[in-house]
């Protein structure tokens, strides 16, 4: 007796006791959703010691995190009402009076910086004296700030459109926690709804924490949808393959077990849910019914063929089990490659995933059986699809391509190759940090809102260290650093500067009485008179410490992008990089570029690069297990073929439909190869066995292998291809690109595995078909008449 022969004895034998343990674990798994967290903070796509993560940890150590601003703005020239302008304010102070705001900035807090000759220092007075009573009062602080304070230009106000905004700025404690969330569904979004509705104006919402948990709501929500639709997709399509609602409900049962382990496995390893973790639950239905699909074939294959209903179970473990184990194990390898690259956020869903890939498989290979051997064996009409005519007119017309049509399969696939290999050379590389988002929501309107008025949301430092202390007043730093804004300034993609240059200009302009025309950097002698007004007052070291360190050495210089691609961005930062080295001498000088923007950009390429290597690996592993099933080097070149042609195609299509790559789209081709690499091995499996009781004689064996695996290889492709499709129906660009791409290449797999293949192998009978090229394998060969899938 086998090794599977006596798992399948000790399975059917040992029933009750199986049931009992697999509800405790389910149980136990179920107890662990509870420790499930939503991820509160942005992934960080590098590893911890990567330069450019230690680039932003000197950054905050000096300035803090600078991911912890929301921006309200308006662009209506009905805000500049006496009612609606009052209530602006209110809006502002109102918010301002919460705990988890540090503090907010608005036109009613604004305070103009002035000269007191007489005490030969500045002070600060307010924008106006007493709540505006009328329209021409708010028009006389509109024209106040618009025309006689630059200082605020770009921060709170746009003057060529009229916006006006807001910036409040979260406790810094609160922005990677919970707190941060329900702060903003339960005080800010109702506040702001109440004033939207008093005034009639429309409220523009924006800044990375608010970007982040509108996005994160997101993801919630549509964890539900997937898993709801991947079950009733799958399900629908396997009772119009089985006719059978009891072979459906098995399945369903199966797979929602499945799900709960899923889940349950995420809790225990206390992971966060990503954008990515939350495609593990309908990923995990959508691989684990094509095993559904091949066990209760072969069992209604058995019954059919002799109406013994223990030997049909039993044959079901024994017989289709090994070939199942192996396909599971090159999908969850497909997955599993995720752990070696560096990036916690796709190592953490590798192995996830790849885990719960190989308990559904054994979920399916206990419980499926299990099931049946309570019930009574198929009727004569749920067996009747295998022999539906439509399914037979498919495989006939497959073995006639391959028998009859093989050199116009090859020029077809050579034709395709070439089609392929131009579209892969128009492939972009996106870091885009909204380009995934849901375009559809409001969120993501405002923020192409405020890089119209303002030049975007996403900062962009640049940390200036000058090597002494209070270097950074210096006038010759000073006009470095504007030399360097300057350029900042020709960046289209790039917002005006914030920095303690405008504060010096600032100053400049309220020592000549505030006349806009001298917001300019002093020159010497006028920094001396500057600097003995400065160093009498207090107002200027509070607003300094936004711009300068304590020991004034390091200063900030900081600008708002855009949201633009890889390639825009290496431009700019290589643009950036050469004024600096032009402007500050290394010797005196340490000068970085970071930022959250940044980091993401970075992390992007970074990730790339893994992936490509994580692609590498698991089609080197997969090799090693075709190695280790055939012990044939021919075998493993002739199986990956078509199994690389797809995801040639795939990478073509990208190409020539403006796919980019990025961090969602490059995890196809790992996915998909994993998944696709399942046809083979139930192709090449069946073929090897007739090989052997057909005497080693090609023709024959590859017509009855594609005859008696062609049904299965076909169902299983349809249910992966409408499941994956599910995934369309996201509002996320990157869930939805993954799920359009991962079943175009399955769709475009089955096809390889089933003409490609077959024809290969005939081809190549005189070099593959002998004992030699088929070494003793090492699981199991199963007789003819014992096996049909």
Known sequence: MNFWARVARFILKRRILILLVLTVITIFMASNIKYIKFSHSEP??????HEENIKYEDFTKIF?????????AVKDSALFSVDNFNQWIDLSHKLDSFPEIDFSVSIGDIRKLKKDKKNQ????????DKKPE?????????QELFDNLPFFDNFLYNKKTGTIRSVIYLNQKIVNTIIREQFIFDVLNPTIKNFEKETGLNVRVSGMPYIRTMNAQNIKDEIGLFVGLALLVTALIFYIFFRSYRATFITLLVVSIGVVWAVGFIGLFQYEISVLMALIPPLIIVIGVPNAIFLINKYQNEVKKHGNQAKSLQRVISKVGNATLMTNITTASGFATFIFTNSQLLREFGIIASINIMAIFFLSLLLIPIFYSFMQKPKERHLEHLERKWMDAIVNWMEKMVRHHRIAIYIFTVIIIIFSL???NMIRVSGSLIEDMPKGKTFYKDILFFEDEFGGIMPLEILIDTKQKKGVLNLSTLKRMNKLDEEIDEIPELSKSVSVLDLVKYSKQAFYNGNPKYYQLPTQQEKNFILSYTKNSDTNSDMLKSFVDSTGRFARITTFMRDVGTDKMEQIEERLMDKINKV???????VSLTGKALLFIKGTNYLVKNLVISLSLAIFLISLFMAWMFRSFKMIIISLIPNILPLLITAGLMGYLGVPIKPSTILVFSIAFGISVDDTIHFLAKYRQELITRKWKVQKSVYAALRETGTSMFYTSVVLFFGFLVFTVSSFGGTKALGGLVSVTLLFAMVSNLLLLPSL?????????????FKEPTITIIPKEEEEI
């Open 584 to 590: 500050f001498p290394d010797k005196k000088y340490d």
């Open 422 to 424: 131009i579209g892969m």
């Open 761 to 773: 192998l005939l081809s190549l009978e005189s070099t593959i078909a002998n004992k030699k090229t």
């Open 44 to 49: 960080n796509l590098l590893p911890k010691d």
């Open 134 to 142: 009328s329209n021409e009062d708010v028009e006389d602080i509109r």
């Open 64 to 72: 803090g995190d600078e991911g912890n601003l929301i921006i309200l």
């Open 121 to 128: 220092r500045f002070i600060v007075e307010p924008l106006y």
